[in-house]
T-cell receptor, first 108, second 115 residues
Framework: GQSLEQPSEVTAVEGAIVQINCTYQ??????LSWYQQHDGGAPTFLSY????GLEETGRFSSFLSRSDSYGYLLLQELQMKDSASYFCAVFNDYKLSFGAGTTVTVRA | NAGVMQNPRHLVRRRGQEARLRCSPMKGHSHVYWYRQLPEEGLKFMVY????????ESGMPKERFSAEFPKEGPSILRIQQVVRGDSAAYFC?????????????FGPGTRLTVL
């Protein structure tokens, strides 16, 4: 089966940097994805790491260490609109297995 | 290019009724996935379909739940004799092909409430 652990919530101020860690235990692994979800709306794809290392996309970066079964999502220059839930998800062949999500609250 | 479409967006049913949830994948996508999300939880995989084929239904309850993706028309998730525990948000995602690093694009979801 799949097991993913991520913090339940994080609060930070505008302009700050937030790192959301994700550790996983899985019977199969192609890569680690990150999704953003606002108020129960459609999950929106943010990033995908299949290989070790850092992937940078604008203000968001994602890191993966396959040997440590660990990844993180880095949110930089936080904005109010970044207040949302963030999910890590293990991609195994065709199936996404999601963590319980991290609620990020950005304060002015 | 329209995204993944789901309807209805909100559905209210009484216990024992049937619920039908529809999903139209993005244009050019032939792979559909259904996920269920309970409050304060992540999405849980239910079923993966290609046109006219169920590839993996390992996440779907054995009874009362069924899914199809016909040659023509949307994918349908059907829940018979709904119970209160079926109340959840049901999301559909689509991709152009299965496996590998394809990104799954999610629809807005159907929020099912069972009274």
């Amino acid at each position: 089966g799949q097991s993913l652990e991520q913090p339940s919530e994080v609060t930070a101020v505008e302009g700050a940097i937030v790192q959301i860690n994700c550790t996983y235990q899985t019977s199969g692994f192609y890569g680690l994805s990150w999704y953003q979800q606002h108020d129960g709306g459609a999950p929106t794809f943010l990033s995908y790491n299949a290989l070790d290392g850092l992937e940078e996309t604008g203000r968001f970066s994602s890191f993966l260490s396959r040997s440590d079964s660990y990844g993180y999502l880095l949110l930089q220059e936080l904005q109010m609109k970044d207040s949302a839930s963030y999910f890590c998800a293990v991609f195994n062949d065709y199936k996404l297995s999601f963590g319980a999500g991290t609620t990020v609250t950005v304060r002015a | 290019n329209a995204g993944v479409m789901q309807n209805p967006r909100h559905l209210v049913r009484r216990r024992g009724q049937e619920a039908r949830l529809r999903c139209s994948p993005m244009k050019g996508h032939s792979h559909v996935y259904w996920y269920r999300q309970l409050p304060e939880e992540g999405l849980k995989f239910m079923v993966y379909l290609q046109k006219e084929n169920i590839i993996d239904e390992s996440g779907m309850p054995k009874e009362r739940f069924s899914a199809e993706f016909p040659k023509e028309g949307p994918s349908i998730l059907r829940i018979q004799q709904v119970v209160r525990g079926d109340s959840a948000a049901y999301f559909c995602a689509s991709s152009p092909s299965g496996g590998g690093a394809d990104t799954q694009y999610f629809g807005p979801g159907t929020r099912l409430t069972v009274l």
